[in-house]
């Protein structure tokens, strides 16, 4: 098990090490965003802009358009909140090809509290055009987006939490390609959608549900924007229930994404989205804050049990 975090380091360092127009910026987070190895290897390619989240973004397109390949590295809750004005006119508006790297997203500063949860990022980066949002699940899936990020010449989000994941292996789509979800376990009876760090538990719920005689799909939606299309519309034909699970608020988020094109598309199928509520959110660990709002193994379970029976 190792954390996307560490991955994503370990690639951009691999990435640095074959090509010096990979650049890290960052906003005082050379530890958190796992850039001490990268700043010791390659310290005339990482720029320190301190806890400047404007400027970071700012800084990060200029070197953008002067041909460089940067990495925008900072805290999810800061970066999408604080810099949101520069990622939609400096980066999106402009078509400069930064890397906008979301650390510790969701609430994987746990204690932190509110502060530090990025519960909003998806909603506000989806209304922003010519930025595509991609969740990494695992390893693998981290990898490669990083890799695919430092090869395209458009914006791109990523965005990743802290803890340590198990990998997924081998799924029924072993190849990663932007705006294609990963199929990671077949099943007949319902589908559950997630993204990031909801994958695992919805693979957990999965066996708990095989042990009552039910087969769920689980599917990485690794990219929510641009979505599968393709992938939902066999789906919403299929007709079988469908849930989404996001480490994000119910509102514009994944959720909502993909229930907006099965309802546009004429597809009509029992849906749920779980995700953090509109209400006061509580303080705690990542798993403590999981298990109380049911972004669980168990709590999906029952969500899908709920699903079925009506």
């Not at 358009?65 to 520069?86: D, H, I, N, W, Y």
């Not at 294609?180 to 066996?207: F, H, M, N, Y």
């Not at 514009?252 to 953090?276: C, D, H, K, R, T």
């Amino acid at each position: 098990m190792k954390a996307n975090l560490e991955v994503f380091s370990e690639t951009l360092q691999a990435l640095a090490a074959q090509d010096r127009q990979v650049v890290a910026v960052t906003s005082d987070s050379r530890g958190s965003g796992k850039l001490v190895p990268f700043g010791e290897k390659f310290p005339d390619q990482i720029v320190e802009i301190g806890i400047a989240e404007q400027n970071l973004v700012g800084v990060a397109a200029g070197l953008a358009a002067m041909g460089k390949k940067a990495f925008a590295v900072s805290p999810a809750c800061f970066l999408t909140a604080r810099s949101l004005e520069q990622i939609k006119n400096d980066v999106a508006y402009s078509d400069n090809p930064v890397r906008l790297i979301g650390i510790s997203a969701g609430v994987s500063y746990g204690a932190l509290g509110s502060t530090h949860h990025s519960l909003h990022d998806f909603a506000a980066l989806r209304a922003i055009h010519n930025l595509p949002i991609v969740v990494p699940a695992d390893a693998f899936e981290t990898e490669q987006a990083i890799r695919y990020a430092a090869a395209t010449d458009k914006p791109i989000y990523i965005r990743f939490g802290k803890k340590n994941m198990p990998d997924l292996g081998q799924s029924l789509s072993p190849n990663f390609e932007i705006g294609k979800g990963r199929i990671i376990r077949a099943g007949t009876d319902l589908s559950l959608i997630a993204t990031g760090e909801t994958v695992w538990p919805c693979l957990q719920a999965a066996e708990l549900l095989a042990e009552q005689g039910i087969s769920a799909q689980v599917i990485s939606l690794h990219t929510i924007k641009p979505l599968d299309t393709d992938l939902l519309a066999n789906l919403g034909a299929a007709g079988k229930p469908i849930i989404t699970v996001e480490e994000h608020s119910v509102h514009g988020g994944l959720g909502e994404a993909v229930g907006s094109y099965l309802f546009q598309q004429g597809f009509f199928v029992p849906f749920q989205i779980m995700g953090f509520p509109d209400e006061y959110t509580v303080t705690g660990s990542q798993t403590e804050i999981f298990d109380h709002y049911g972004l669980s193994g168990a709590g999906i379970q029952g969500v899908a049990l709920n699903l079925l029976n009506r």
